[in-house]
């Protein structure tokens, strides 16, 4: 991921991570890069920023779902990712935004994604927009 390092030096406050393959370079299993906790991990131990996918409206992340919108949002945060960038175009809608929300809070409830996971992502976005975050035990 030499690419992101000119501008995580540059302390940009997000980067976006598209869809490539990185099999055998950084993901073992043959993910997309947007999808893969390896990559994902990879990027964030040199970055605090917000962590955003590539558009998940794109064909080739979609026909890797079966457009099983809700399963890719699933494992975009669970890959590590801060927000999914979601067009709302070709097989993107308004329906399908909602049945990723949903399947994402299935997944909270069912301990696939953690509470603290999805907090975290939210301190880096408000950092990112100014507010100040207040921690509550």
């Given at each position: 991921?030499?690419?992101?390092n000119?501008?995580?030096?540059?302390?940009v406050g997000?980067?976006?991570?598209?869809h490539?393959?990185?099999?055998?370079?950084?993901?073992?299993?043959?993910?997309?890069?947007?999808v893969s906790?390896?990559?994902?991990n990879?990027?964030?131990?040199?970055f605090?920023?917000?962590?955003?996918?590539?558009?998940?409206?794109?064909?080739?992340?979609?026909?890797s779902?079966?457009?099983?919108?809700?399963k890719?949002?699933?494992?975009?945060?669970r890959?590590?990712?801060?927000?999914?960038?979601d067009?709302?175009r070709?097989?993107?809608?308004?329906?399908?935004?909602?049945?990723?929300?949903?399947?994402?809070k299935?997944?909270?409830?069912r301990?696939e994604?953690?509470?603290q996971?999805?907090?975290?992502?939210?301190?880096?976005?408000?950092?990112?927009?100014?507010?100040?975050?207040?921690?509550?035990?």
């Amino acid at each position: 991921l030499s690419y992101f390092n000119d501008s995580i030096a540059h302390h940009v406050g997000a980067v976006m991570v598209g869809h490539p393959i990185v099999n055998g370079v950084l993901d073992s299993h043959g993910k997309q890069a947007s999808v893969s906790p390896e990559v994902i991990n990879h990027l964030r131990a040199s970055f605090s920023g917000i962590i955003i996918t590539d558009s998940i409206g794109m064909l080739g992340i979609r026909l890797s779902y079966l457009f099983n919108g809700g399963k890719l949002y699933v494992d975009a945060v669970r890959a590590g990712n801060d927000v999914i960038l979601d067009t709302g175009r070709l097989f993107s809608s308004p329906r399908g935004v909602s049945r990723g929300i949903g399947a994402l809070k299935q997944a909270v409830q069912r301990g696939e994604i953690t509470q603290q996971q999805i907090d975290a992502s939210v301190q880096r976005i408000l950092t990112a927009k100014g507010y100040t975050v207040v921690h509550h035990p």
